[in-house]
């Protein structure tokens, strides 16, 4: 969605596309007038019923698509049965607990004039909390698949009254190992429900997914399939991979930059470069799968806030990260599978903002740039970034002093883990 954007016309607004009076409240409440393609498209068929597959990039607002009619679904909310208690009628799964957050926040927010109670299910934290939702009864759950599937061995939640399942990021799940998981947490939904699934890539095996578990699907794609956002400028540089961390210092200094995703392809390389980040005087944090929870979810908090200005991911970790303002996505490592390309730099050039994306490329990364250019078509001007003299080997990866005429970094605001 766009944010406060100007009115059109009734046939471009949201009053048009059928959600129910509290869902258009929430939606004007949260500074939204006008939907963004894929909502356009697949609101309508999803209000009246269908199956739907959607297949659109990160940042088009998908999340919202399938939210509200998700949500106008569920309502009016039936009596209550005994204290309160409602069984659970919408199910999201998503890959990651980041974007099972997200996906919360987003129902919370747009579902806030609507009463329908909702709870993010996920590992790394304790189930006593997640317990106590069940307990209590919940619409609407949003969960990741393997502490999902713990609750449903104890017994401690029950998806029989399911009438929406969502399945989000299907192709990423399917990246992760979680296909056969999602096919069991599936089965424990009733065979007559709406099954919503949303992929920013269509793989066979998501294909055969769909087609497994869906009823005469509308399709509905929303860009081409393998590109990045048309909004995002792409650029690739080459350099050694001793000189990579003097290469995004560099970098850091000279570009207009605002909020910074930096990918690496490790844990121990994400710390060590959020920690050398610091030294050289840029606010920032690490978030990847060895972080506890409460620490990722500051992280991420403390980067939206704009406390932390650069932080440094894996993919895995990444996954779910909604923040609009990033002016840039930085590949510390060139990803090696093309999907994670898109992935990554989607993060940035978000609802038709303009976004930046860089990718360094070593030596030995050249293949997988090669496997990008053919997933995306593309092809990329290989250069070294203007004006980054590389420091002499000798001195070691990343130990290059700054360049004398390099100003200070500005970055204002309390450094994450100093407040």
Known sequence: ????????????????????????????????????????????PALAGRDLTGVAQTGTGKTAAFVLPMLDRLLPIPPARGKGW???????VAPTRELALQVDESVRTYGRFTGLRSAAVYGGV?????????????????????????????????????????????????????????????AATPARRQTLLYSATMPPAIHALAASIQREPELVEVGERRNPASTVTQRVY????????????????????????VFSRTKHRADRLARRLEQSGFASAAIHSNRSQNQRQRALAAFKDGDVRVLVATDIAARGIDVYGI??????????????????????????????????????????????ERHTGLRFERAGYPGFTPAPAVQGAGSAPRPAEAPRPRYGGRRYGRR
Do not use: C
């Open 86 to 92: 409602r069984p659970v009628r919408a199910l999201v």
């Open 126 to 186: 304790s189930p006593h909390t997640q317990l106590r939702h069940f307990r209590r009864g919940v619409d609407i759950v949003i969960a990741t698949p393997g502490r999902l599937l713990d609750h449903l061995s104890q017994g401690a939640v029950d998806l029989s009254k399911v009438e929406v399942l969502v399945l989000d990021e299907a192709d990423r799940m399917f990246d992760m190992g979680f296909i056969h998981d999602v096919r069991r947490i599936v």
């Open 238 to 261: 080459r350099v050694a991979q001793d000189q990579k961390v003097d290469l995004l210092l560099h970098v850091l200094r000279r570009e207009p930059v605002e909020n910074v995703l």
């Open 1 to 44: 969605m766009s944010p406060r954007a100007p009115l059109r016309n009734k046939m471009n607004t949201f009053n048009a596309l059928g959600l129910s009076e509290p869902l258009i409240r929430g939606v004007l409440e949260a500074g939204y007038t006008t939907p963004s393609p894929i909502q356009a498209a697949a609101i309508p």
């Open 327 to 372: 002016s840039h996505v930085i590949n510390f490592d060139t990803p090696n599978q093309a999907e994670d390309y898109i992935h990554r730099i989607g993060r940035t050039g978000r609802a038709e903002a303009k976004g930046e994306a860089l990718t360094f490329v070593a030596g030995d990364e050249e293949g997988y740039l090669r496997d990008i």
